[in-house]
């Protein structure tokens, strides 16, 4: 059903990971191999994201998908901004960079993205951090797009379902990166995902994608039986050779274990699950109860993190995982979603009770 829905091989999804990991290659080479690729468009300009598509419709025709974040509601205090500034100036001197003392100015490109996307042809968009509203969904649908929304918890996905999402996306709390919860973001609930995806599946009527925890075909075979009608992976393409994740990013996942993950809001003041290192460790030491929400710390800290990744310093990096990345490997996109199927298939037939 899920497959003829999106018009792909298998029912695999490589996640909407934003930030630079999701190239055109990469999204492309997915694509190709009969799953769904999807461009990771939530930092990206509206000039980016067409030059992107335009890169990736070069080539491949199959279907694929672009991840846009939901707007985010947000109260900007100059303290706590400038007290944060101050700190994080600490980690600008380690690293040779200019100090920073200023209130960053926020421009919200949500609808100018979507226009772009739109106008692009593309027929699937996923969206994240918030439930998208029945009036967008509906724009969407009436230009032929089939709509994916992000959800946590059952409460959540019941919600969703009502907007007229066309797929639920179940986000367990292995998953790495950011969390999609919206509902009681201050209490979330880190409900795990294969607890997480049975309960979404008797919740709801429209097709589960199981996210959180699967890098290889036991994991899809898991999520099948439960009742999800795809995967979304993340982890596993973040090590693939088409990734534009940072070599060092690379490098600590495939040296990783299962202990080595954490949820922060250190880096950008919302829950993301990465791996472990000094800044996110000092940070949340130093600084509980005076973070910017979610997208002001982000962007407090983008220089920071960008110019370590330069420099090849791990310790000031977001480097997002799953709790599975200890099972990460270096192959390309396609033989991974090659192996996926393979195993996935192998396993459901050796599996017996009796």
Not at 264 to 290: P, V, Y
Not at 303 to 312: F, M, N, P, T, V
Not at 341 to 349: A, I, N, W
């Amino acid at each position: 059903m899920i497959c003829s829905m999106l018009n792909i091989k298998y029912p695999i999804i490589q996640a909407g990971m934003a930030g630079g990991p999701t190239t055109p290659e990469l999204v492309a080479e997915v694509s190709e191999a009969g799953a769904l690729g999807t461009l990771g468009a939530g930092y990206m300009t509206p000039q980016q994201i067409k030059t992107a598509l335009e890169n990736i419709q070069q080539r491949t025709h199959s279907p694929i998908a672009v991840n846009l974040f939901l707007p985010q509601n947000y109260e900007i205090e100059d303290d706590a901004i400038l007290a944060m500034q101050q700190h994080l100036n600490i980690y600008r001197s380690k690293l040779g960079i200019p100090k920073t003392n200023n209130i960053p100015y926020m421009e919200d490109l949500f609808e100018k993205q979507i226009a772009t996307v739109i106008e692009a042809g593309v027929k699937i968009i996923s969206f994240t951090f918030e439930a998208p509203t029945k009036r967008l969904v509906e724009k969407l649908h009436a230009s032929e797009i089939i709509v994916i929304a992000t959800a946590t918890s059952v409460k959540e996905a019941i919600q969703l379902e009502s907007i007229g999402v066309d797929l639920i996306v179940a986000q367990g709390a292995e998953a790495g990166g950011h969390r999609g919860t919206f509902l009681n973001v201050k209490n979330e609930s880190m409900i795990g995902t294969m607890a997480l995806v049975p309960q979404v599946v008797d919740a709801v009527s429209c097709p589960v994608v199981a996210a959180g925890g699967i890098m290889d075909g036991r994991g899809m075979a898991a999520a099948l039986a439960l009742g999800a009608s795809a995967i979304q992976l993340g982890t596993a393409f973040l090590t693939t050779k088409e990734s534009g994740a940072d070599s060092i990013h690379k490098q600590t996942i495939l040296s990783s274990c299962d202990t080595d993950s954490k949820i922060t809001k250190a880096f950008s003041g919302k829950s993301a699950r990465g791996l472990k290192n000094k800044m996110m460790i000092d940070l949340e030491s130093r600084i509980q109860g005076d973070l910017p929400p979610y997208p002001l710390q982000h962007l407090l800290t983008s220089d920071i993190r960008k110019e370590a990744a330069k420099q090849g310093n791990k310790d000031m990096m977001s480097m997002w995982a799953g709790q599975a990345s200890g099972l990460a490997r270096v192959r390309t996109a396609g033989d991974l979603v090659e192996d996926l199927v393979d195993q996935c298939e192998s396993v459901l037939k050796k599996t017996t009770w009796r």
